[in-house]
């Protein structure tokens, strides 16, 4: 039997870490763990309360008392916030707005990071988000940063909307993506940054496929190294 490791996957808003991870998980028969969902829900449970979205230690006391649930399926990932699906909710442009003030203050950060710590102590778990690789799992086996120009990360975000039957406006979008680069990679607790040692593969010009050809062969050479 192969020896299980972690793989942490990291980069900006539409690089295609989700839909990359979760391949990579699907072919190496590995767990997925959706990082980014789980700070979309209590996003979306504070806009539900009514929280201030400032107030970190209002947050961090709204995510001690809430119960998120990750539950893989033939789709993917359904998300439960106190036994309510909330996959489809979570991914409303209202949550995607400010989602990244939420995951900035340091009360959700250490609670989220202990979470997703857990669920991948048992090793073979895929996890991605913005700084799996810096700060949840620095001691995963393989490490990969995916980038992608700004333009093409927003014409995938722009195009995804539009299948789920959104009211999308490209240049939205980019201004979007724009603003979620600069509050990632300047907040104060676990920015957006690459792990010094992180693979990193540019998606612009290449397909999900070659992008997940390229890690599960890294995955090998690691596996085989050990």
């Known amino acids: 039997m192969m020896k299980l490791i972690n793989i942490a996957i990291d980069g900006p808003a539409g690089a295609g870490k989700s839909t990359v991870a979760k391949k990579v998980a699907s072919a190496l028969s590995y767990l997925y763990i959706d990082t980014g969902a789980m700070y979309r829900a209590i996003t979306w449970k504070a806009l539900q309360e009514k929280a201030d979205l400032n107030n970190g230690e209002q947050l961090g006391q709204l995510l001690e008392s809430t119960k998120i649930r990750l539950v893989p399926d033939e789709k993917g990932t ?3 916030v106190d036994d309510e699906e909330v996959s489809a909710a979570i991914r409303q442009n209202e949550v995607t707005r400010n989602v990244s003030i939420v995951a900035a ?4 950060r250490e609670q989220m990071v202990e979470a997703q710590r857990e669920l991948a102590s048992r090793k073979g778990a895929v996890l991605d988000g913005r700084d799996i ?3 949840v799992l620095p001691d995963a086996e393989v490490k990969v940063f995916l980038t992608a120009s700004v333009e093409e990360r927003a014409k995938r975000r722009y195009e995804e909307e539009i299948q789920k039957g959104m009211d999308s406006k ?3 979008v980019i201004e979007e993506i724009r603003r979620r680069d600069q ?3 300047t ?3 676990s920015p957006l940054t690459k792990a010094e040692d992180a693979e990193e593969i ?3 010009q290449l397909s999900i496929e070659k992008v997940v050809q390229q890690i599960c062969r890294l995955v090998e050479e690691r ?3 050990t």
Request: without cysteine.
């Open 78 to 80: 359904e998300v439960f």
């Open 183 to 185: 509050l990632d990679s």
């Open 170 to 172: 490209l240049d939205a």
């Open 187 to 189: 907040r104060l607790i």
């Open 105 to 108: 203050h340091e009360k959700v």
């Open 133 to 135: 690789g810096t700060a």
């Open 223 to 225: 596996v085989r190294a």
């Open 202 to 204: 540019d998606t612009t």
